[in-house]
């Protein structure tokens, strides 16, 4: 079936824009995540949701980054006036946890913000 | 801060040729990941090896966890060309939070055709 997918792909923006990218899930998975990965590092945690539940925003790196998953599918990470710090790829993931057990999270593509 | 830290940070070898990587963690897990990225694409899930494993097997890959050294290693076995990506390891956090995988910086593995 299809995997998570993620737009836009690429995004370049001006400083001080507004900029939203959205995740779409596997279908029928209830677990979103979303992280930041700088150049040459690791993905860093940003936020998860249960269903349309923000359970965790403490990896969000200020406030202007939010998050939203309004009906429980489909999720979008909005920036506010960004700088060029914000420029990194953002990743979106999902998973279908089941009692007592870490699941899986699959990844999408990525979006790749560049902030000028 | 980043939990694993895998080593070599790069790594060459010739097609055909054996790949090993190696992770280091600082905390105590119940489990440990490994994922793969390659150029333009997203990250994918290798394997899951738990913290009372000590080996794994899945294909070309073999995972070992030795939770008394805070390691795990990723053995590529009879590598190719598409092996060529980055390899990261990754802890979910202890507790309730166990969601949140904290990932390592990873490794830059080629394969030479």
């Known amino acids: 079936g299809a995997g998570v997918s993620q737009s836009p792909r690429y995004k370049v923006t001006k400083r001080g824009q507004d900029v939203a990218l959205r995740c779409d899930p596997i279908s029928g998975h209830v677990s979103l995540y979303w992280y930041r990965q700088a150049l040459g590092q690791g993905p860093e945690f940003l936020t998860y949701?249960?269903?349309?539940?923000?359970?965790?925003k403490s990896g969000l790196p200020n406030d202007r980054f939010s998050a939203e998953r309004p009906e429980g599918s489909i999720s979008t990470l909005t920036i506010q006036r960004t700088e060029q710090r914000d420029s990194a790829m953002y990743r979106c993931?999902?998973?279908?946890?089941?009692?007592?057990?870490?699941?899986?999270?699959?990844f999408g593509p990525g979006t790749r913000l560049t902030v000028l | 801060s980043q939990q694993g830290e895998e080593d070599p940070q790069a790594l060459s070898i010739q097609e055909g040729e054996n790949a090993t990587m190696n992770c280091s963690y600082k905390t105590s897990i119940n489990n440990l990941q490994w994922y793969r990225q390659n150029s333009g694409r997203g990250l994918v899930h290798l394997i899951l090896?738990?913290?009372?494993?000590r080996e794994k097997h899945s294909g070309r890959l073999r995972v070992t966890l030795d939770t008394s050294k805070k390691s795990s290693s990723l053995l590529i076995t009879a590598s190719r060309a598409a092996d060529t990506a980055s390899y990261f390891c990754?802890?979910?956090?202890?507790?309730?939070?166990?969601?949140?995988?904290?990932f390592g910086k990873g490794t830059l593995l080629t394969v030479n055709p």
């Open positions: 993931a999902s998973s279908l946890p089941r009692p007592g057990s870490t699941d899986t999270q699959y």
């Open positions: 090896i738990r913290s009372n494993e």
């Open positions: 990754a802890t979910p956090n202890s507790g309730g939070s166990n969601y949140k995988l904290t």
């Open positions: 949701f249960n269903y349309e539940a923000q359970q965790d």
